[in-house]
């Protein structure tokens, strides 16, 4: 009944909800750079056990292999988080994820890795679609960039935590098959949990600005079938502030992707040094928590402060930062066969302004779009970031170095230096498209929530949101 009054849950299941989303979201990046962690394990046929060594284009299929499923399944579960009981799809799919992710680590083959990581992203595909959208109907809009910042930084330090898991569990146990058994128990635990304590909002509950009916708030989308979801998709792509950052989120994905995959490995080819596998993943692994953190947060807090004054804030706080990357990323590549301790430092710098986008770009591509449709939405994103992101990155970064040494002679190290300076000119046009779509900001938050600013003085409700956002 469209009439009823929409049941908010208690500020109680609201917290255990967002908790035990936060924890599935850490475990599952734990998980997604495990691999990257022990790679140079992989790669060598002693140590992994299978019937050869791994090239530098194989190494990187094994994360574009994840990141494909990942993508296409997407779509498939945007459609149904719109639709149907989301909490139930999450915890189907977190347990499809931990079964693959623990059968993984008794594969034989290079194969047979490869396919269990590409099944393992059919299982993240529904987490990463839906949560989102939970969370954007848990919380208001005064206070849901900064709760989605805690929900993201789940990304950085998964990642870090999923370098250390991985190289620790294999120097301790003596094989790389011991750092895919850390997270699929506790994986399973998060998920029962999710199911007997955690609440499926009313769709757009926190959305409460302008008349219901227009913009959705509490319905779930009622249409069915390929056309509807094509309309869907149509209708989402037509919203020009959500097209321009996913695009950008595409370059963040992108820059990321390739970074998480091959720094590590860079390390070990090229620092003076003669790092271990274990150490140079320590290292990556630590600024990579360390900048994610601090990046996200203080993404969040800039977000909270020039929000107020102008809804095209988040935009250009995101184009910064990409464009804040660019230099220092650029720079930390030549260096590090000079002065590893200099490449490291600029690295740090680099990586701390990527990550301001996380919470930012993560409120843009809720809000400019009604809640019936959210989870589409995430889907579109999921799947224009990874198949143009992080899906080709790590392989793409992989052939150009292959390339350079096969049949240019450049030893693995500078092969792998020129190949990650591509990293670099994605930033570059991600700031670009960034900024770009900061214009379209205000109209389209307005149209999809009811939320009405100008770029005018401080009014008096922009006061009331400062206020708001400094509790």
Known sequence: DDSREMER????????????????????YIDRYTVAGVLPLLQNQTSSGFDSDLDDAQAGLLMTAFIISYMLFSPIFGYLGDRTNRKLLIFVGVLFWSLFTIGGSFSTSYPMLLAARGLVGIGEASYATIAPTIIADLYPANVRTSVLSLFYLAIPVGSALGFIVGSEAAAILGSWRWALRVSPPLGAVLAVLLFFFSVDPPRGMSDSHGDKESHGHGHINTSHGLKA????????????????????????SFTAGALAQWAPTFMVRQSPLNYSAKTASLIFGGITCLTGVGGTLMGAYLSKIYTPRTLKADGFICGLGMLGCVPFL?????????????????????????????????????????????????A?????????????????????????????????????????????????????????GADYLPQD????????????PINEERQSLIRAGDM
């Open 330 to 378: 650029a720079m930390a590549l030549p260096l590090t066969a000079l002065s590893t301790f200099s490449a490291w430092a600029l690295i740090l710098l680099g990586e701390f302004f990527l990550c301001l986008n996380w919470a930012p770009v993560s409120a843009i591509l809720l809000y400019v779009i009604p809640p019936q449709q959210r989870s589409s939405a995430e």
């Open 229 to 252: 979801f094509l309309n869907d998709c149509r209708d989402v792509l037509k919203v020009r502030s959500f097209f321009w950052s996913v695009m950008g989120a595409t370059a963040v």
């Open 445 to 456: 938050r307005e149209r999809a929530t009811g939320i009405q600013h100008s770029d005018l």
């Open 9 to 28: 849950p208690s500020s109680r299941v609201t917290t255990v909800t967002l908790i035990i989303l936060v924890g599935i979201n850490l475990l599952n």
């Open 380 to 436: 579109i994103c999921i799947l224009f970031q990874h198949m143009l992101g992080d899906a080709f990155s790590p392989y793409l970064v992989g052939v150009i170095s292959d390339s350079l040494h096969d049949n240019h002679g450049y030893t693995e190290g500078d092969a792998l230096m020129f190949a990650l300076f591509i990293t670099a000119v994605v930033a570059l046009g991600g700031g670009y498209v960034f900024i770009k």
